[in-house]
């Protein structure tokens, strides 16, 4: 054979191997490819099995209440303006719990454990850090969730039922509470009823904070559980029977401002930068008072003696300081109670303490 057939005759054996060389490479890249994919999704879902073996009572309340919300937002979605948006926040909300709860185990699975002890000393501070938070942020979420109804408070229906809760009140009292109250304003009144409005914002925080400081876990997370099933299920209702408060439906009727010293300043400071126009039926203010005044008569006895009586004055004071209809602090009364009751029964459950072995 000639030197040129010869060399004609390998550069066509190349130019064949070269085919099967690259079709093995992509052969050998693809599978590469779906392995590190495979990977991915294996390592994605463990991680969400993780998370949400992490998860209490609360966080099953807590998530539910944030899907059955996104699918409201879904389903009405034409009421809303910007519905997408409102789901995708809700999801990140939702993320930033089960990435939280995560954490915690991810600190140490014995982290209660060893802050169980007389002393920190136990535990490290990074599961210090993660122990605390994961704790303590239901205070953040009730927070988000009232402030979110400002969005949602219209979405079955555009208008207003603060007529038939009049009417109610009328029906009940043989006047319109708020406005015959106003008789009665004298600065001295005026801010010990502030004073009362305030005191909802501690209720939870002392009850809380009192367990949370003896380490006795499972109470705690009882009393944030029984508070988060009160609330949804008045955030539910607010979203179905949207009702403003005489503070915005009797605008104008009153006579002046009630005028007092600081915590009527205080108070003014809260409204102005977190009131939310809708939201008022029920209570949430005498719902979660309910639910800690509750958890209290279950947990700590002697605290409840204590709550009782401001907790009866803040119902008062919702109703003279003109932001609730007295319809609004029985739907409060009732709501609160419901989510100590159904809370109790879920605290029964198993794995309704974070942590807990299953």
């Known amino acids: 054979m000639s030197r040129r057939a010869r060399a004609t005759e390998g550069t066509n054996e190349a130019a064949i191997a070269m085919p099967a060389q690259m079709d093995s490479l992509t052969v050998d890249r693809a599978g590469s490819l779906g392995t590190d994919g495979r990977g991915i999704r294996e390592w994605a879902a463990q991680e969400a099995t993780a998370a949400w073996a992490a998860c209490g009572a609360f966080e099953w309340v807590a998530l539910g209440y944030l899907a059955v919300s996104s699918a409201l937002i879904v389903l009405f979605a034409e009421n809303l303006a910007h ?26 699975a014995d982290t209660s454990a060893a802050l169980s002890a007389h002393s920190n000393l136990d535990a490290t501070a990074g599961q210090r850090f993660w122990h605390f938070w994961r704790h303590w942020y239901p205070h953040l979420f009730f927070l988000f969730c009232f402030e979110e109804m400002a969005k949602l ?50 209720f939870l925080l002392v009850l809380g ?54 915590f009527t300043a205080l108070i003014n400071l809260i409204e102005k930068c977190g009131r939310v126009h809708g939201a008022a039926f029920p209570s949430q203010h005498v719902a979660g008072a ?66 807990e072995a299953s």
Request: hydrophobic share 55%; glycine share 10%; aromatic share 20%.
């Open 153 to 202: 408070v219209h979405l079955f229906s555009p208008g207003w039922e603060d007529a038939k809760l009049m009417a109610f009140d009328r029906w009940l009292t043989g006047v319109n509470p708020s406005l015959w109250l106003e008789q009665f304003a004298r600065p001295a009144l005026n801010e010990f009823m502030q004073f009362a409005y305030f005191t909802y914002f501690v």
């Open 209 to 262: 904070g009192i367990l949370y400081y003896r380490r006795e876990w499972k109470s705690y997370w009882a009393v944030m559980t029984y508070s988060a099933i009160g609330y949804g299920i008045g955030y539910v209702i607010a979203m179905f029977f949207p009702v403003q408060s005489p503070w915005f439906s009797m605008a104008g009727m009153w006579h002046g401002e009630l005028a007092g010293g600081p």
């Open 83 to 108: 519905p997408v948006k409102l789901v995708g926040v809700q999801a990140f909300v939702a993320a930033m719990i089960l990435i939280l709860c995560r954490m915690e185990v991810r600190g140490g």
């Open 290 to 355: 309910m639910a800690a005044l509750w958890g209290a008569w279950t947990h700590r006895r002697w605290l409840f003696w204590v709550f009782l009586p401001f907790v009866l004055c803040m119902c008062v004071s919702t109703v003279y300081v003109r932001n609730h209809y007295v319809a609004d602090v029985f739907g409060g009364m009732v709501t609160g109670t419901l989510g100590y009751v159904i809370g109790s029964w879920l605290m029964k459950t198993r794995g309704a303490i974070a942590g």
